[in-house]
């Protein structure tokens, strides 16, 4: 599961660093593009409708699917256009969000709420891994076969993604009855309400940042399409060191708490980023600060959704997932317009609000314990 989410994340994750790229094959500029990927967000409400199928045991069925919509996606973006990139994008968003929400569903029926974030960080380590090793792998094919390189890439290893994942997990019998209380009630409690907003707020905290990150270091730092492999890969590192923090130290630190200390290190690295001037080095610095601190968060607020609505973990994961799109969707189409406009410092201005949102969500939801 890690290793085909790995690869559904490289498909994901290699659009924003090289974002200059694709604005020169398609003819456009970063705010379309942006404008695209914020609107392509959309297809993640999909999950909500799959909650259910996933209390009942038919995670690996849709797992499967998922990733055969991330292949597809990827030949439909070969047709070279802003249009045939748009449709991919959505047909790519629909297929990362049902993977994820499935393999969250996965563990969290599985694995003891006392070391799910362990289960939960390591299965996380995708996302790291397909900066650390999708990314440079992307750069080379990038170099070599143009802009399409990566989509023929991509869709041929995701199809063998979804072959793995058919092979490897078993075919486990739908749970009619085991978690009656979901079929009968699907609305979720105002603790779970806060919990879902919090993690849900936090990850635009990151994303909004990282979105822009290429486009930012091309045009303040001139940085090569190489050059961004580099950097890309030194992302995926810092950021497969917070995952595997995760899955070392949350569930003995305490969830809530780690979740906190993300969102105050996402606003140390905003900091540094700002205060960077034209040092290239200390905003790559503040980039990784930043990603080290919404890795961490982020990912164990993964483990406190999972958990605030027990009877019900698939409906509610999938809920949370929805409401993220909403966030992630609406922070990627705000990020391009308040980059386009103030430049880095209006995209910081909207992570650092994200972060104070996650952050008083969080805190109110041990009130209601």
């Known amino acids: 599961m890690t290793a085909a989410k790995a690869v559904a994340n490289t498909a994901l994750r290699w659009i924003p660093p090289f974002l200059p790229t694709l604005e020169r094959a398609f003819g ?20 909500v409708v799959v909650g259910k199928h996933l209390d009942q045991g038919r995670e690996r069925l849709i797992m499967i699917g998922a990733l055969t919509t991330i292949s597809v996606s990827s030949v439909i973006a070969l047709g070279g256009s802003i249009w045939t990139f748009a449709i991919a994008f959505v047909l790519l968003i629909l297929g990362v969000a049902n993977f994820t929400v499935a393999a969250h569903a996965f563990i969290s029926h599985r694995i003891d709420y006392r070391w799910r974030a362990r289960s939960i960080g390591l299965f996380e380590t995708s996302w ?12 080379i094919l990038i170099n070599v076969f143009g802009w399409r390189g990566p989509f023929v890439f991509l869709a041929a290893g995701c199809g063998l993604a979804a072959l793995g994942v058919a092979l490897s997990l078993p075919v486990a019998p739908r749970r009619v009855g085991v978690n009656a209380v979901s079929q009968t009630r699907q609305r979720l409690t105002p603790k779970a309400w806060l919990v879902v907003l919090g993690s849900a707020t936090l990850a635009p905290a990151g994303l909004s940042i990282f979105v822009i990150s290429g486009t ?33 130290f949350a569930d003995r630190v305490g969830k809530i708490k780690s979740t906190l200390g993300g969102t105050v290190v996402v606003l140390l690295g ?65 990020t391009g317009v308040l980059y386009g406009a103030y430049g880095v410092s209006g995209s910081a201005a909207l992570s650092a609000a994200a972060a104070a949102i996650s952050a008083a969500c969080i805190l109110l939801s041990r009130s209601l314990d």
């Open 28 to 47: 456009v500029s970063t705010t379309q593009l942006t404008t695209v990927l914020g609107l392509g967000e959309t297809a993640g409400l999909s999950t």
């Open 128 to 139: 790291a891994l397909a900066l650390l090793i999708g990314g440079p792998i992307i750069a």
């Open 216 to 248: 930012w270091l091309n045009d303040e730092f001139g940085v090569s399409t190489g050059g961004l492999g580099l950097i890309v890969m030194g992302f995926g590192f810092f950021e497969l060191v917070a995952s595997v923090g995760t899955a070392t």
């Open 270 to 334: 905003l900091a540094v980023m700002l205060s960077a001037g034209d040092q290239l080095w200390l905003g790559v610095a503040g980039l990784l600060v930043l990603l080290i601190g919404f890795e961490y968060g982020f990912v164990t607020s993964l483990s406190l959704v999972s958990e605030a609505m027990p009877e019900a973990r698939g409906t509610t994961l999938a809920v949370g997932n929805a409401v993220g799109t909403l966030t992630r969707g609406v922070g990627t189409l705000l």
